[in-house]
């Protein structure tokens, strides 16, 4: 067969001179009518840095993060650059991620605003490529706003409250988990010398297993193989997943399928953390009693067992949702409440003063010997102004869970289309220096007025605001006040003699976690 030379191909009706230019003034027509869309779509939205080709600001903003890091050098958290940047942009500004237009709210009353008084429009969940392949957008956490995702919420926190979720009846349950950590301790205080203790796997374990009993109806050994593998993948998960190059699947969804990185191994941990949670639903269905539900998992599977009876042929209740409900409420479970409590023990570390002072008001108000209750709260007001001070100072989810504009709405003279990511920068708000005295000095006493009583103040938000606030927000308070103040009751914890203090800056990864440390542990009586 004989080829055709490019002009003889230019001589062909299908690629004749004629066709050649109608082709090209479509292009060009095609070029303008685009342009002239995104102007009019993204005409009055908030001002913002100039984004990149293709890549938007994620370029200029997010990629270097994990750049100088492998390059050996320093860069700042997101949470820290996206402040900053409403020095030169104001409290509502806009970036691109990509294409994807991204406003980030700075400043309590921005935030309050967006979330409390426009919450229909404000809280919706964004279709982010990176969450999206792994959530599959069901659950409670990354669900869109919706009658689906609002009979989903209120079915599980009804029945997370009947078997204790923010009672005094889930006490013993949290005790049970101290009474192992404080145990551990003890043994790996002789064991550890002046090295340390790395207190992360006592404490996740602890934590999670609370979780683990309301909606698993199991708890979990502290050297449970498995079990220490699923809290480790998490961690991990959540990290790579934000603050490596897999962020980059944001922009290039393909990559997720990429045989190589930390394309390969995020995938892995998803795969691994899938097998769990599937075992333990197939656990669940093969022993369900309905006379004797043992938890959130048996409930569930007998409301969905209810529907089917009824003949409710789209019943959103499925094996299938529970499954990502199961794995919204064991990650967010486990992992802010857990590094909650890391981050105020390593903050004491730092300040023996302040550990002294907490301390001493425990010895005061409940002694040495007896066991610290929740009932003795009100009484430890220093106590409670610390965990409030650090958790002010490292913001356990720094930047929310993203959340969309589901419409296009007028906020504060901006125009925000409908679909745009908004960012709620809670680190902002915590770090205010209009609302907070030396905003980034530890002072547990700014939560105490000059008698001594605690202040509760509005824009002290770590749990967010809105109709998308944590809804194990009471749980974590509860095991946030009994893990601290009953291990502060029982040890003394000190940085190991000339060990520098580890960086304050933290891991971020969604939530912020501290970096890795040991402290010295050494029993008070």
């Avoid at 374990?205 to 109806?217: E, F, T």
């Amino acid at each position: 067969m004989m080829s055709l030379s490019w002009r003889e191909c230019l001589s062909t009706s299908v690629l004749s001179p004629v066709n050649f230019v109608a082709l090209l003034v479509f292009l060009l027509v095609f070029y303008i009518v685009n342009v002239y869309q995104k102007r009019r779509y993204f005409a009055n939205i908030p001002p913002g840095p100039k984004p990149w080709p293709v890549v938007g600001n994620f370029g200029g903003f997010f990629l270097p993060s994990f750049i100088l890091r492998r390059s050996g050098l320093q860069s700042q958290p997101p949470m820290v650059i996206l402040t900053e940047q409403a020095n030169a942009y104001g409290n509502v500004y806009s970036l691109f991620v990509g294409s994807q237009l991204m406003v980030v709210l700075n400043g309590y009353e921005v935030v309050k605003d967006a979330l409390s008084n426009h919450p229909e429009v404000f809280s919706d969940r964004p279709d982010i490529p990176s969450v999206t392949i792994m959530t599959k957008r069901k659950g409670i956490v990354f669900a869109p706003y919706g009658p689906v995702w609002r009979k989903q919420r209120k079915f599980c926190h009804t029945t997370l409250r009947s078997f204790g979720l923010g009672k005094l009846t889930l006490e013993p349950c949290i005790q049970e988990g101290l009474v192992t950590i404080k145990t551990e301790l003890l043994r790996l205080s002789k064991e550890s010398g002046a090295v340390g203790v790395d207190l992360d796997p006592l404490i996740s374990n602890a934590v999670s297993n609370v979780i683990c009993s309301l909606i698993l109806g199991q708890r979990f050994h502290h050297e449970d193989s498995e079990f220490r593998n699923m809290l480790r993948l998490m961690d991990r998960g959540l990290e790579i997943s934000v603050n490596s190059a897999a962020v980059l699947i944001n922009i290039f969804s393909l990559l997720y399928y990429m045989p190589f990185g930390v394309f390969k191994e995020l995938r892995q941990v998803e795969r691994d953390i899938t097998a769990f949670l599937k075992r333990s639903i197939t656990k669940h269905r093969e022993t369900l009693d309905p006379d004797n539900p043992r938890d959130l998992v048996d409930m569930y599977l007998m409301e969905m067992l209810a529907q089917q009876a009824a003949g409710e042929e789209d019943s959103t209740f499925t094996e299938d949702y529970l499954f990502y409900i199961i794995g919204d409420l064991f990650i967010a479970g486990t992992d802010t409440t857990a590094n909650s409590v890391l981050w105020v023990l390593l903050y004491l570390a730092i300040h023996p003063d302040i550990q002294d002072k907490v301390q001493a008001e425990i010895d005061k108000v409940v002694g040495t010997h007896r066991v610290l209750s929740l009932t003795d709260k009100g009484s430890l007001p220093f106590t409670e102004a610390t965990i409030m001070e650090v958790q002010r100072l490292t913001v356990v989810v720094p930047l929310a869970i993203p959340h969309m504009a589901s419409e296009t709405i007028e906020f504060r003279g901006y125009t925000i289309p409908k679909g745009t990511v908004i960012v709620p920068n809670l680190w902002s708000v915590h770090r205010d220096p209009t609302l907070w005295d030396d905003p980034d000095s530890f002072n547990p006493t700014r939560f105490l007025d000059d008698e001594g009583h605690l202040l509760r103040k509005e824009y002290f938000i770590p749990f967010g605001i809105g109709r998308r606030v944590c809804m194990g927000e009471q749980l974590a308070k509860m095991e946030l006040f009994l893990t601290v103040s009953s291990l502060l009751q029982a040890f003394k914890f000190r940085l190991p003699e000339g060990t520098p203090p580890p960086s304050l800056q933290g891991r971020f990864g969604l939530t912020l976690a501290p970096c890795p440390y040991t402290v010295c542990v050494s029993p008070r009586r």
